[in-house]
């Protein structure tokens, strides 16, 4: 089902990098996620089966983010490494797709090489940090430094999920505070913390490739219309959905298929 699918690591100048790898198509496409808890090591089983839809057109790469990381480490940075190691699995050129942090990472690396990059799609993210973003991402770095997970994850499920969500899995959302925990409290905090020194806005006229935004805008983390102002930017096309928030990519069900419709309609 999964196409090959496969856990491995590259080595580049700044450290080791973990990836998943699926997919039988001949183009390449790099999916970059938001901050997380947890790393992207033993999740290739459910990430090729929540973006399989790219499966057949793509070789579909996720890049972690570095292993070793220092305090002060930047997104700027954190694109630097995937460039690299795209260098090193000779990935020539690719279309990129990068949510919440993960988008800011994906702006940074398209305006850095945009001769490596063919299309660009951003979920959920934002070109430069507002007030909502300083207060939520602010907090984590916070309980992060004083090892409150539990704090995190409450926050963080009541700010990006919709009531509707919520009251589905409120039989499990207990259990998921107390047991989802980073593994490394500090390495958490300097990750989260990148967010809070990106800017690129006055860059984004740079970027000439396609590009899709998608938001949500009831989005309490990013915010809609951080969406919309890199939109603006840009003229790009657009797709904001009026019922969810920040877990727009995990709550619509047609969120893939429309960037797979944006990415396929640019090729031909």
Same mark, same amino acid.
């Given at each position: ?14 450290g ?43 070789k ?21 490494? @995937?460039? &690299?190691?795209?260098? /090193? #699995? ?9 949510? $919440?942090?993960?988008?800011? %990472? ?70 998921m ?17 990148a967010?809070?020194?990106?800017d ?6 740079? @970027?000439? &490739?396609?590009?899709? /935004? #998608? ?9 809609? $219309?951080?969406?919309?102002? %890199? ?38």
């Amino acid at each position: 089902m999964f196409y090959g699918l496969a856990e491995s690591d590259v080595t580049i100048s700044s450290g080791k990098l973990n990836y998943v790898v699926f997919g039988k198509g001949k183009k390449n496409l790099i999916i970059i996620q938001g901050l997380n808890v947890r790393d992207i090591k033993g999740a290739g089983a459910s990430l090729a089966l929540m973006y399989r839809i790219f499966a057949k057109e793509y070789k579909v790469y996720f890049f972690d983010r570095r292993t070793n990381v220092k305090e002060g480490l930047t997104n700027w940075e954190l694109a630097e490494d @995937i460039y &690299c190691a795209m260098e /090193v #699995l000779n990935i020539k050129s690719a279309d990129v797709f990068g949510v $919440s942090q993960g988008g800011m %990472i994906a702006m940074a690396l398209t305006l850095e090489h945009p001769k490596n990059i063919n299309k660009l799609v951003l979920g959920v993210t934002a070109s430069r940090v507002n007030e909502t973003m300083k207060k939520v991402v602010g907090k984590w770095v916070s309980c992060a430094r004083n090892k409150d997970h539990i704090t995190i994850n409450k926050e963080t499920f009541s700010l990006m999920y919709t009531e509707n969500y919520l009251r589905k899995y409120r039989i499990w959302m207990p259990l998921m505070i107390r047991m989802v925990r980073p593994k490394d409290f500090n390495r958490f905090a300097i990750l989260a913390s990148a967010i809070l020194k990106f800017d690129c806005y006055d860059r984004l006229h740079e @970027i000439s &490739c396609p590009v899709l /935004v #998608l938001g949500g805008e009831k989005d309490r983390i990013t915010t809609g $219309s951080a969406s919309v102002e %890199i939109a603006d930017k840009l003229g790009c096309e657009i797709y904001m959905y009026s019922e969810y928030g920040h877990a727009a990519y995990d709550e619509a069900k047609d969120f893939n298929s429309i960037i797979y419709k944006f990415l396929l309609e640019q090729t031909e």
